[in-house]
């Protein structure tokens, strides 16, 4: 992982026919230590890096509210 300017790790942007459904959580994301506080920059850099409002939805809770109703 590489910082950029703005604080934000680097990561890759998914391939177009990726899915962005979650399969697997990662048990801790560097940064990320508060998610609530850090939210409202986690989705202004989202935007700015071009994702779209559906994959930025599935990244904000629509992928754990799914995984919710399947279990529960």
């Not at 890759?12 to 939210?39: C, F, I, W, Y």
């Not at 700015?48 to 599935?58: A, F, Q, T």
Request: aromatic fraction near 6%; avoid cysteine.
């Amino acid at each position: 992982e590489r910082m950029t300017k703005d604080g934000m790790g680097h990561y890759s942007r998914p391939k177009q026919q990726e899915d962005l459904a979650v399969t697997e959580l990662p048990t801790h994301v560097k940064g990320l230590e508060n998610p609530t506080e850090a939210m409202e920059n986690v989705i202004r850099w989202l935007v700015k890096n071009g994702y779209s409002d559906e994959d930025i939805s599935k990244i904000i809770g629509q992928n754990a509210l799914r995984l919710l109703e399947k279990v529960w």
